[in-house]
Structures are given as C-alpha cells and as structure tokens.
C-alpha cells in the first residue's frame, strides 16, 4: 500500500511564474490537507479538502493560492505569480473518513525555490 | 493566542539517557487528540504517537511515552534510552474541530533535538 506521494520533490521556479503540486492521498484516504513549512517553523495549515470539495481553507492565502481535488487524480496545489516569500516546503497529509483513525499521514513534501 | 506551545527550540541530551520535549495545548473543545511527529534532516514528517483527550493512560509506543496532563493542558513526550538517530526535529500537534464541523490540526513550532555520542 502506497504512502502518501507528493511530486515534484523539488520544484524551482522564477519570480511571477505558476508554480503546481501534486498530492495523491493514500488508497481508501478521502480527505487531503496541505501545510506549509517556511524554513526553521512549524507547518502551518492552509486548506483542507475532500473529493470535489474545498472544506476549509482558512490558511489560504487569498490572492494567487488555490487548491483542487478532483474526482479522479491527485489534489493540486496552485501558486500563481510566485514571489521570493512562496519559498518553502509544502507538505500534503491524508486522512480517512472521520471517525474511522484519528491519524494524518505526510508526504515527502514539494521544496519550492523562487529565484 | 497560541493554540500549540513549545518552549524548547533546541534540547541536547546524552546518548542512552531519556529526554522530556515540552507541549502545552489551549483548546476549549473537550474532544480533542494530541500528536507528535518527527522530522528528520531529509524533510519528511514521521508520526510517533497519539493521544486522545478522553484516554485514561498515557500512550505509549516503544521508546517513546506521552505525559498527559490534561488539568494542565500539557502533552510531553518521553523518549527513553536515546539514539543517534534520534536527532531531529519534533513536533507537537493538536486536532481539534475546525469551523467547518471537521477536523483541524494545529502544529507547534517545533524543538530540536541533539543526541550526543
């Protein structure tokens, strides 16, 4: 059984250009949250979704960030206009159905780099 | 107000001996769970142990134990007879019920941990 998969692992990209993340949950896991890590702190919660629904993205930024997850293939994390300040790690966590395990499960992470 | 609290940003402890990373939570919802994950230098975030705020004993699983207090709103960890590999950072984290009626988590800002040989 899969972990949970996150691509890129490292992704480097200009000043103003789009940056997108990948996250496939694990098999049977229906909810997706994504965190980000800016270096030295702790992750910070950004959005929390289940298929087809964006739960609760109280950590979103509002401008330029935006989060899917599809029907069918993983759950995209969107960053329009990327600036220096984007710079850190992006985690991606999944979870099964409430009520069936209290545990969330990580992915390796996407390294961002604005240059 | 700080939902996760940890104190320690950097703790150095001697091989073999046990070690207490500090959390303390603030939450006014009693259903509640507690976490503690690791961090290795590789980046990715590794679960140790979980505790729920109705569970009688304090969790344990293997060489790591958590100190619950719940009176004083404190999740410790233990971790005894340290290893080498031990060294990382460790995080503290809360789930709680978010605005939306689903679970949220809340992480502290994290203690570093170095084992010395």
């Known amino acids: 059984n899969a972990g949970v998969m996150q691509n890129p692992r490292h992704l480097v990209r200009r000043r103003g250009q789009e940056a997108r993340l990948r996250c496939s949950p694990m098999?049977?896991?229906?909810?997706v949250y994504w965190y980000r890590q800016l270096p030295e702190e702790g992750l910070k919660f950004m959005v929390y979704?289940?298929?087809?629904?964006?739960?609760?993205e109280s950590g979103m930024p509002k401008e330029r960030f935006s989060a899917e997850f599809p029907k069918e293939g993983p759950s995209i994390l969107r960053i329009q206009q990327v600036v220096r300040g984007d710079s850190a790690a992006y985690f991606c966590?999944?979870?099964?159905?409430?009520?069936?395990?209290?545990?969330?499960?990580f992915g390796p992470g996407t390294r961002l780099t604005v240059t | 107000a700080q939902k996760i609290t940890q104190t320690q940003p950097g703790m150095f402890v001697q091989e073999k001996e046990a070690v207490t990373l500090d959390c303390t939570y603030d939450?006014?919802?009693?259903?509640?769970?507690l976490f503690w994950y690791k961090q290795p230098s590789s980046g990715e975030m590794i679960f140790l142990i979980y505790?729920?705020?109705?569970?009688?004993q304090n969790a344990t699983e293997g060489r790591y134990s958590l100190n619950f207090q719940k009176a004083r709103k404190s999740a410790n960890l233990v971790i005894s007879a340290s290893q080498l590999g031990d060294s990382a950072m460790y995080f503290c984290?809360?789930?709680?019920?978010?605005?939306?009626?689903?679970?949220?988590?809340?992480f502290g800002t994290g203690t570093r941990l170095k084992v010395l040989a």
């Open positions: 984290a809360m789930r709680e019920v978010g605005t939306s009626g689903t679970y949220k988590y809340i």
């Open positions: 098999k049977g896991h229906s909810h």
């Open positions: 979704l289940q298929k087809e629904n964006i739960i609760d």
């Open positions: 505790q729920g705020s109705y569970d009688q």
């Open positions: 966590a999944s979870s099964p159905p409430v009520g069936s395990s209290y545990e969330q499960y």
């Open positions: 939450t006014s919802d009693p259903s509640y769970g």
